[in-house]
Nanobody
Framework: QVQLLESGGGLVQAGGSLRLSCAAS????????MGWFRQAPGKEREFVGA???????TYYADSVKGRFTISIYNGNTVYLQMNSLKAEDTAVYYC?????????????????WGQGTQVTVSS
């Protein structure tokens, strides 16, 4: 199994920045990619972005392109750097891992999930 632990959420004003972290442990050698998703109250979980573990190739939702950046640190931590935050970015953010390539935006393709961290952007 893979254990994922997110941190870094909080309250920030619109236009500000936050960096979320996702620490991975356990059977991470089988992990192909890590994804970030978010879920706002009353809405479905949506794809934010993903990064492949070995080559660091990134994929982003159109709504966050140019504002959010995903990176890998020290081989076991994934960051989500969020800049120019907007009120509509308010959500619980989850990291997830998957063992296979492709279709990174589909939540059902991910095997393991973290517990989530709340991000609130005040306007």
């Amino acid at each position: 199994q893979v254990q994922l632990l997110e941190s870094g959420g909080g309250l920030v004003q619109a236009g500000g920045s936050l960096r979320l972290s996702c620490a991975a442990s356990g059977r991470t050698l089988a992990t192909y990619a890590m994804g970030w998703f978010r879920q706002a109250p009353g809405k479905e979980r949506e794809f934010v972005g993903a990064i492949t573990w070995k080559f660091g190739r990134t994929y982003y939702a159109d709504s966050v392109k140019g504002r959010f950046t995903i990176s890998i640190y020290n081989g076991n931590t994934v960051y989500l750097q969020m800049n120019s935050l907007k009120a509509e970015d308010t959500a619980v953010y989850y990291c997830a891992s998957k063992d296979y390539s492709g279709n990174y935006s589909a939540a059902n393709g991910y095997n393991y999930w973290g517990q989530g961290t709340q991000v609130t952007v005040s306007s």
